[in-house]
Antibody, heavy 116, light 107 residues
Framework: EVQLLESGGGLVQPGGSLRLSCAASGFTFSGDAMTWVRQVPGKGLEWVSG????????YYADSVKGRFTISRDNSKNTMYLQMNSLRAEDTAVYYCAKGWTFMDYWGQGTLVTVSS | EVLMTQSPATLSVSPGERATLSCRASQSVSINLAWYQQKPGQAPRLLIY???IRATGIPARFSGSGSGTEFTLTISSLQSEDFAVYFC?????????FGQGTKVEIK
């Protein structure tokens, strides 16, 4: 059974940093690209970033480019999202998802709140 | 960036009736289009990919159609568990983008 478990969310001040993790199980992690998607509670979905299976190719939304870094450690079956220079508008639930075309499995999300 | 526009924003339907949801892309995305269902407090669930292929375990009452810029998700006979928000998403190029969602509510 595919499982994705996000962690690392929390309350952070504007300008601060946070690192999210996504622990994967139930599939060959290195064989799949992965994606981060975020959602302001009660609002729509926003694609944030994607990373290839080996990790050599990454893509970012313009809204996070230069501030967020996606990475993965295939030996640990874990993907990361390093978020720097956080802004109030980054407040959202962050989901990790398997795949980077359509996303066929999603974690339950972790809430990031950027506020002073 | 491809802009995805869904309509209507809210669809009121009685159980057992048919629901038709639309998704329009600002430029052609071929058939690189997925649909997701999201219930309150839950993560999105993949329903349809490649515009018309049902994901694993998705009931046959869900069907997708379209190509290019116009897409449709049809739920042939709404069940109580189908009342939710539905999002379309293209994956024809980068960045991926989602529609703003259609809420299907009980009439």
């Amino acid at each position: 059974e595919v499982q994705l478990l996000e962690s690392g969310g929390g309350l952070v001040q504007p300008g601060g940093s946070l690192r999210l993790s996504c622990a994967a199980s139930g599939f060959t992690f290195s064989g799949d690209a992965m994606t981060w998607v975020r959602q302001v509670p009660g609002k729509g979905l926003e694609w944030v970033s994607g990373i290839s299976g080996i990790g050599g190719t990454t893509y970012y939304a313009d809204s996070v480019k230069g501030r967020f870094t996606i990475s993965r450690d295939n030996s640990k079956n874990t993907m990361y999202l390093q978020m720097n220079s956080l802004r109030a508008e980054d407040t959202a639930v962050y989901y990790c998802a398997k795949g980077w075309t359509f996303m066929d499995y999603w974690g339950q999300g972790t809430l990031v709140t950027v506020s002073s | 960036e491809v802009l995805m526009t869904q309509s209507p924003a809210t669809l009121s339907v009685s159980p057992g009736e048919r629901a038709t949801l639309s998704c329009r892309a600002s430029q052609s995305v071929s058939i690189n289009l997925a649909w997701y269902q999201q219930k309150p407090g839950q993560a999105p669930r993949l329903l349809i990919y490649a515009a018309s292929i049902r994901a694993t375990g998705i009931p046959a009452r869900f069907s997708g159609s379209g190509s290019g810029t116009e897409f449709t998700l049809t739920i042939s006979s709404l069940q109580s568990e189908d009342f939710a928000v539905y999002f379309c998403q293209h994956y024809n190029n980068w960045p991926r983008t989602f529609g703003q969602g259609t809420k299907v509510e009980i009439k």
